[in-house]
């Protein structure tokens, strides 16, 4: 990301992520765009291991105050009942609206926001779903925890999905970087199983080189659980 995990700090999606949301630029208004071989959001991949375009644009202001909208290509989804990573065979695209503060609590960064997950060409499934989000960083290190609060199929009665994760980066040389990351996906209805996941990256400048792990388990309609997964992604932001 630039991905979600980069904008949640999920990377940790993350991402994040696709650090930290609303990083001030020289103007308040940016863009990113990026393309990897496969977009894999908490450990799962959201377009049936196949590359993917992403891209954003986000506001930032002085205040810590941000908000922003993420695009990415991805495959139609089965019902899983909210969360990340299941999917069918039909084409769709994924669009995430969030707004958030930041601000330091003495040496500790924090970033709280809301972030919308919608999936809008696949209207005969209910995807979409909504979070809170907190973001933590101390030197090295950074954690997130998720909380899903609403789901778009009211069908499911529980809701309150949990993620949470936590991060390190390394500066080796040079400007090259080395993450490390995990997760875990604590779903509290629909079909899904809770899993963790695990990652690895090397990135320096525009490139990020990573593997990743998951112990999900498999079920129909989820093919390539557990895999060993190699990506290598290229993003840029730029002022508005």
Known sequence: MMNKKMILAASVLAAATMGSSAVLAESPLTANISVTNNYLFRGLTQTADQAAVQGGIDYAHSSGFYAGTWLSNVSARGDSGGGAGFYGTNGNYEQDLYAGFSFDAGPVGLDVGYIKYMYPVDSSNKLDYDEVYVNASWMMLSANVSYTVSKEDKSITDKNDLYYSLGADFDIKDGLMLGLLVGKYDFDG????????YMV?????DFTFAFEKNNAKEASWWTGVDDNRFTVSWGKSFDL
């Open 190 to 197: 629909g079909t899904a199983s809770d899993y963790t996941h």
């Open 201 to 205: 990256s090397l990135s320096k400048d």
